[in-house]
């Protein structure tokens, strides 16, 4: 069974920056594509950036030109840089990794707030 674990979440003030990242539990090699999805309180789940396994990358139009997002094969794991952070920004950030099924991690908060 595939695990994504996620950790870097926390409090920070607006233009700060944190370091989101999601280890998996087995080879990321298996992946056609693994990214980050964030839910605010009240809205949907949305897409924030993907990579996949080709490295090409996706980004929403909130995030482009301020996150990044990369991998480490080698460790298994997926980084999500967010830098400029905006109070809207503020949600529970998720990692996705799809096959041939969908596997979703726990979730960690960001708060962008001064």
């Known amino acids: 069974q595939v695990q994504l674990v996620e950790s870097g979440g926390g409090l920070v003030q607006p233009g700060g920056s944190l370091r989101l990242s999601c280890a998996a539990s087995g080879s990321i090699f298996s992946f056609n594509n693994m990214g980050w999805y964030r839910q605010a309180p009240g809205r949907q789940r949305e897409l924030v950036a993907r990579i996949s396994s080709d490295s090409s990358t996706y980004y929403s139009d909130s995030v482009q030109g301020r996150f990044t997002i990369s991998r480490d094969n080698a460790k298994n794991t997926v980084y999500l840089q967010m830098n400029s952070l905006k109070p809207e920004d503020t949600a529970i950030y998720y990692c996705?990794?799809?096959?041939?099924?969908?596997?979703w991690g726990q979730g960690t908060q960001v708060t962008v707030s001064s």
């Open positions: 996705h990794a799809d096959n041939w099924s969908n596997y």
